[in-house]
T-cell receptor
Framework: GAGVSQTPSNKVTEKGKYVELRCDPISGHTALYWYRQSLGQGPEFLIYFQGTGAADDSGLPNDRFFAVRPEGSVSTLKIQRTERGDSAVYLC?????????????FGPGTRLTVL | QKEVEQDPGPLSVPEGAIVSLNCTYSNSAFQYFMWYRQYSRKGPELLMYTYSSGNKEDGRFTAQVDKSSKYISLFIRDSQPSDSATYLCAMSQKHRDDKIIFGKGTRLHILP
């Protein structure tokens, strides 16, 4: 079946601009996570949704970052007034309800470059 | 000090060798330990998942957790060129509905 998809795959923007990154989770998965992976680093947690609500947003670095999941499926990560330090791969993961292990299935990521 | 420490490598070994990858961590609240494999320009893929201390084997892969030492390992037997990737250790406090804390990843090259 289809995995987690993310669009766009690449995004180049200028410093100060606004960007939106989209995540389509696996159908039926109720949990959705956003991570950020900088070059040479492991993924770093940003925010976790259970259904429509953000259950944990402790990883968002500042108020320029915001994410929504209005219908409990697709999620959008929004970054205002982008800075060069925001350049990274933004990964989305989803996991199903039920079962013992919280297996998070990752998408391929959106590579954001801020010039 | 980061919560999870992992040597970034790169680590180069000949095909057929046994590979040993490891991580240390500082937060004793971690209970669930994972290894992910990440190919270039792809998302991480879960390889192994273990709870608490002990060993778990899956084919050519063995994961070990030593909570007393805060040390986890992944062993790959009969390594293949297709195993060349970045291996990320990861851990969480709860078995679900919890953020995962990742190490930096170790770049592994299996030489044919």
């Amino acid at each position: 079946g289809a995995g987690v998809s993310q669009t766009p795959s690449n995004k180049v923007t200028e410093k100060g601009k606004y960007v939106e990154l989209r995540c389509d989770p696996i159908s039926g998965h109720t949990a959705l996570y956003w991570y950020r992976q900088s070059l040479g680093q492991g993924p770093e947690f940003l925010i976790y949704f259970q259904g429509t609500g953000a259950a944990d947003d402790s990883g968002l670095p500042n108020d320029r970052f915001f994410a929504v999941r209005p219908e409990g499926s697709v999620s959008t990560l929004k970054i205002q007034r982008t800075e060069r330090g925001d350049s990274a791969v933004y990964l989305c993961a989803s996991s199903p309800r039920g079962g013992f292990a919280d297996t998070q299935y990752f998408g391929p990521g959106t590579r954001l470059t801020v010039l | 000090q980061k919560e999870v420490e992992q040597d970034p490598g790169p680590l180069s070994v000949p095909e057929g060798a046994i590979v040993s990858l490891n991580c240390t961590y500082s937060n004793s609240a971690f209970q669930y330990f994972m290894w992910y494999r990440q190919y270039s320009r792809k998302g991480p893929e879960l390889l192994m998942y273990t709870y608490s201390s002990g060993n778990k084997e899956d084919g050519r892969f063995t994961a070990q957790v030593d909570k007393s030492s805060k040390y986890i390992s992944l062993f790959i037997r009969d390594s293949q060129p297709s195993d060349s990737a970045t291996y990320l250790c990861a851990m969480s406090q709860k078995h679900r509905d919890d953020k995962i804390i990742f190490g930096k990843g170790t770049r592994l090259h299996i030489l044919p």
